[in-house]
């Protein structure tokens, strides 16, 4: 896992540079361990977000299969859990190596490879949806050939500057 940056960012971003990530770890599991340890070294979520993150994901899984968006884009999941484990409000992306099987969101026994994360992190309880909606906005509106580039970067800078110049 890489986390690179500085966390000098706008009041108004939904990123930052140094909660961005890239991990070659082959389990949902172990992706949330590296990731919650970096983002609780950073003081963005509280001690409970992993066991909560964990838990959440097996109740109500995240992965989203792109394909009806279009089929050369790689699955995706968004994960998250409750405010109250959390200190911010942010999108934390992470490309991973090799996908990663996430149960489906929309058919739980289905299980889809997974190549890049949108980890929601809202400490607003009535901003969740929100977020999510802007995530799936941001893959409905951005053209497929800009989207399949984002998911081909595996330089944390490179996911960050890709992301602040055009999710909007």
């Known amino acids: 896992m890489r986390a690179k940056g500085v ?6 971003s939904l990123f930052l540079p140094n ?10 599991t172990d992706i949330f361990h590296e990731i919650a ?7 963005l979520v509280k001690k409970q977000f992993l066991p909560e993150i964990i838990k959440r ?6 992965g989203i299969d792109l394909s009806p968006v279009n089929k050369n884009l790689p699955n995706i999941a968004v994960p998250h859990t409750e405010g109250e484990f959390v200190n911010t409000r942010l999108i934390v992306p992470v490309s991973l190596m090799t ?5 489906n969101m929309i058919d739980p026994d289905q299980e889809l490879p997974v190549k890049f994360l949108f ?3 809202n400490n607003d309880p009535a901003g969740q949806a929100n977020i999510l909606a802007q ?3 941001f893959l409905r509106l951005t053209p497929v050939a800009n989207l399949q580039e984002l998911f081909k970067l595996t330089e944390p800078d490179k996911i960050y500057r890709f992301l602040s110049e055009h999710f909007k």
């Open 37 to 43: 340890n970096q983002l609780s070294a950073e003081k």
């Open 19 to 28: 909660a961005v990530f890239v991990s070659d770890s082959t389990s949902v």
């Open 99 to 103: 996908a990663v099987p996430f149960k």
């Open 57 to 62: 994901e097996e109740k109500y899984p995240t």
């Open 135 to 137: 995530i799936m906005d």
């Open 7 to 12: 966390s000098a960012v706008s009041e108004n």
């Open 119 to 121: 980890l929601i992190l």
